[in-house]
């Protein structure tokens, strides 16, 4: 039985297929909506686990208070390399790296110039550890060395932005603060523009080019704990030992310890907020789309007064008119629904297109789960079904002698 009035469901709005469509349109505009943006949060939570699977959890950043992952603006106390000693001394702490940086104009040929990063760039025993931060990996050329003096690593996008005249290449040079630079390596794709432009330069070079910095502070700090220790437990370590090293109070530390892990989660709560306000606004017309559905089927049920007369006479219960109806708005909600589903797919789609080709950024992708596309049809269906409730009750109730009346 539910088989022939899910077929009855289908003729019926197939024979009148410009409603049908008209009604979907409030529909399938926001589960589009919904869709697309769910599919890009996902996957840019998935980019964010990838890039914490990759980092690793055994690593601990240590900025100034109210900077972020060093690369803000200076604050009033900044980190320093007693800092640096002092965490190293920390039990559990395996290796320790730190670098100084600042914002400047970076020149080359005629008339090309951007605003970068300079990164001062370790040259000890604990390079690898900024490395393995920054994932940043040779492409062509080589690594800085000790004996370099104004030699640089530039990031990818010298090499290949469609924004500048003339790309570069290692044997090249760069101008920075009115010094001349060779660039002797060019690092691979990380994936941000800020990342893809900075420029790395030995810590002597750069004391040169900035002589009123203080050549014992620096940006940041990053930590590497040792096999089987809990970067939490040894988090609480540092600070302390950094409060008493500093001569600061708990409550009142001029300094942040985070692990990638506390990172990466307070990206994900700011951006599920903003996920949270942006589905709300997609779901008034869902709203819409669902009002839209219940005057439909208003229109309906008075079109097939008769109709409905008919089935009763001849022993459909009220049940069985209420279910046709509500089956059949539901159907109403699931078609559009489908649309919703495959244009909201491709709307992310385009989105990690253009992130990717255009913005040269990796943060933009989407992801397409089945449960984002059974929820979403489901979802839809329902909502179809909820709207379709009062006008199926109102068929269901009609008296079948008045009903046969109507002409």
Known sequence: MIKDYIKMAFENLRHRKVRTFLTLI??????????????????????????????????????????????????PDPLTKDD?????????????????????????????????????????????LLEEITTATILQGRKLKNTDGFKAVVGYDYLTANRFSEN??????????????????????????????SVFITENAYFDIYPDEDKNDVGAIFARVHEGEAPADIVKKIEKDLRKQRDVKEGEEDFEVTTFEDLIQSFLNIFNIVQVVLIGIAGISLVVGGIGIMNTMYTAVLERTKDIGIMKAIGAKNSDVLLIFVIESGFLGLMGGVLGVLIGAGLAKAVEYLGTNAFGTELLKAALPWWLIAGALGFAFLLGSLFGTLPARRASKMNPVDALRTE
Do not use: C, H, M
Not at 174 to 187: C, L, P, Q, S, Y
């Open 168 to 197: 570069l290449i290692t044997g090249k040079k760069i101008t920075i603060e009115g010094k001349e630079f060779e660039i002797v390596g060019i690092n691979d794709k990380i994936g941000s523009q800020q990342d893809d432009e």
């Open 84 to 128: 640096v000693a002092t965490i190293s001394a920390v039990k559990g702490v395996k290796e320790v790296s730190s670098y100084s940086f600042q914002v400047s104009t970076v020149k080359w040929g005629r008339d090309d110039q951007t605003f970068a990063t300079i990164i001062t760039y370790p040259l000890d025993e604990n390079r690898n």
């Open 26 to 75: 409030g529909i399938f505009v926001g589960i589009a909506a919904v869709v697309a943006l769910v599919s890009l949060a996902q996957g840019f939570q998935n980019y964010l686990d990838a890039e914490f699977k990759e980092l690793g959890a055994d690593k601990i950043i240590i900025n100034p208070a109210g900077s972020s992952f060093g690369l803000n603006d200076r604050t």
